[in-house]
T-cell receptor
Framework: QKEVEQDPGPLSVPEGAIVSLNCTYS??????FMWYRQYSRKGPELLMY????GNKEDGRFTAQVDKSSKYISLFIRDSQPSDSATYLC???????????????FGQGTILTVHP | EAQVTQNPRYLITVTGKKLTVTCSQN?????MSWYRQDPGLGLRQIYY???????DKGDVPEGYKVSRKEKRNFPLILESPSPNQTSLYFC???????????FGPGTRLLVL
């Protein structure tokens, strides 16, 4: 069993829809949770970074962490064609800093938002 | 402009022919990593480095070597490439927290 599971999709939605992307994990030591966005032929870029349980909002994006269920989500409101990309969840036991802070990634979900 | 660069971006080679993929960052970052990305498997870490001359294995180090002689450069070496190393490779760097991590644009490698 993978440490982090993510539905690869693909997911296709109309413009303006609310998108929900999810990951489950098995390692209860994970405390730092990230969402990366990867456009075609580009490297991943950090979209959201959260610590422990709770919600974090940034514009149209909301990251949600439920540590009791070992479940994280990314919601995209009013989705746009420019949101079409692969979304990767990633997790870490520690924040980095003076220790390495190894990242464990999900498989990625391919999202297409059509006009 | 702050960036991580990789070269080459695309490479086709044959089994057994040694190759090096270069990675360079201009942000004075201490931490650098190499990942490979394969369909259905996501990103998996190959090697990482916490500073000059300090490197360690990630999850899938077999068949790869790295070196960190200068802070800005972290080359990935495939001494004897095999077809199962056909993949998309990413270099990444960060200063401290995961929040500062930057990825390079990727190198697509095909080993025949």
């Amino acid at each position: 069993q993978k440490e982090v599971e993510q539905d690869p999709g693909p997911l296709s939605v109309p413009e303006g829809a609310i998108v929900s992307l999810n990951c489950t994990y098995s390692n209860s030591a994970f405390q730092y949770f990230m969402w990366y966005r990867q456009y075609s032929r580009k490297g991943p870029e950090l979209l959201m970074y959260t610590y422990s349980s709770g919600n974090k909002e940034d514009g149209r994006f909301t990251a949600q962490v439920d540590k009791s269920s070992k479940y994280i989500s990314l919601f995209i409101r009013d989705s746009q064609p420019s949101d079409s990309a692969t979304y990767l969840c990633a997790m870490s036991v520690n924040a980095g800093g003076t220790s390495y802070g190894k990242l464990t990634f999900g498989q990625g979900t391919i999202l297409t938002v059509h006009p | 402009e702050a960036q991580v660069t990789q070269n080459p971006r695309y490479l086709i080679t044959v089994t057994g022919k040694k190759l090096t993929v270069t990675c360079s960052q201009n942000m004075n970052h201490e931490y650098m990593s190499w990942y490979r990305q394969d369909p259905g498997l996501g990103l998996r870490q190959i090697y990482y480095s916490m500073n000059v001359e300090v490197t360690d294995k990630g999850d899938v180090p077999e068949g790869y070597k790295v070196s960190r002689k200068e802070k800005r450069n972290f080359p990935l070496i495939l001494e004897s490439p095999s077809p199962n190393q056909t993949s998309l490779y990413f270099c990444a760097s960060r200063w401290g927290s995961q929040e500062t991590q930057y990825f390079g644009p990727g190198t697509r490698l095909l080993v025949l």
